[in-house]
């Protein structure tokens, strides 16, 4: 017989190394006499998308096309320290540190561009390609012709910035304090199938909502939900280590099974955006947020399936089988 049910799960995550670890990012940009941009990072694009974002910002920041961004991202020889990709931190951390080294350029173009149009600094703006004046709209000059400009006068062509995110320490008697910089929410809501003559848990589509403050790039954040509850799905009802006597039972993906496109239910993401202040254009972290609750949702989806509440992981049809088996028995059949 094949039984259906539904179950949440929710969780808070705490983006960053936080606990007074230390959790820094820097970044370089020049920018060449053709008004195109070269973005000097040491994060690791590992699949998350951050090369994009992070040319997203410089790009927003500086009033041009993203196509006139290049990137070189995770060089030793050549770029500046980001730490690694982990604690969903990249975002955050280093698109700060994008966005102030974008900053730190465009002031050094602002104050050229404020003696060539002959306006006062504060009322230069940057948009769409063009370096304007506020207060008269006749005096502009596109980016590319300023950027040539500054070439051929020996002007400085380079911005870098340092972002540090080191939060405090939580008291060590306590407990207590703000160990993050800021957190992310999501709650999760999974629909299940489960066999109860296999045991086998069939898993029929996930609602994901997830804050990740602004999001910079949607569809970068659609892609990342999607690949935190496939990642957490496999977590739930597939993926396990089996030791005997020292040895690993399970020791490649012949035998260490993981969600493949085949395995993935429906996924229906919702994009919360809960905007800091503090972060590039109001984005936090996402990363790891959305792997989080999926497991918890299956587990408590599971029980409202067939009531039996399942407390290791993976669910595995053994030990389901195992549990309706100590129910039967326990109700005298």
Known sequence: MKKRGRGIGCNLYGVGYGFNRPDHASAYIEVADDGTVTLLSGVCDLGQGSDTVLCQIAAEELGINYEDVRIISADTAITPDSLASSASRQTYVSGNAVKKAAEDIKQRFAKFAAEILKCEIEDIEFSEGVVSCKADSSKYIKFSELANQMHLEGKQTIGFAYFDNTTADVNHETNQGDAYAHYIYGSQVADVEVDTQTGEVTVLRIGAAQDCGKAINPQNVEQQIDGGVVQGMGYAIMEEIIMKDGKTLTPSFA??????????????????????????????????????????????????????????LPVTPEKILAELEKKKQSEGF
């Open 255 to 312: 035998k260490y099974l993981i969600p493949t496109s085949q395995d993935s239910p429906e996924i229906v993401t919702y994009i919360v955006e809960s905007a800091d202040p503090r972060g590039p254009y109001g984005a936090k972290g996402l990363g790891e947020g959305p792997i989080i609750p999926t497991a918890a949702a299956i587990v408590n989806a599971v029980y409202d399936a067939i009531g039996i509440r399942i407390t290791s």
